[in-house]
């Protein structure tokens, strides 16, 4: 397998995780990174600022002034 490969598939495993746990009503912090199997926490806002572009999740902020995104309802 190459490493294009590898990456295609670690990418669909994350979607996966990432939306189940949206749809349990999760909310993502981009500082869970490493839970979500993301490189660092830049990486993890990236893909999350897609998903808001894409009009999957909405970003709020919490009590604790932090940014966090969870399923548009």
């Not at 993301?38 to 709020?60: C, H, P, T």
Request: glycine residues 8%; contains cysteine; charged residues 35%.
């Amino acid at each position: 397998m190459t490493t294009l490969q590898g990456n295609e598939e670690r990418d669909k495993y994350r979607d996966r995780i990432v939306m189940q746990y949206l749809k349990c009503g999760g909310k993502l912090y981009a500082s869970d990174y490493c839970v979500f199997g993301f490189d660092d926490a830049y990486n993890m806002l990236q893909y999350l600022m897609k998903l808001q572009r894409e009009g999957i999740v909405r970003g709020s902020i919490d009590n604790k002034f932090r940014k966090y995104f969870e399923l548009k309802k």
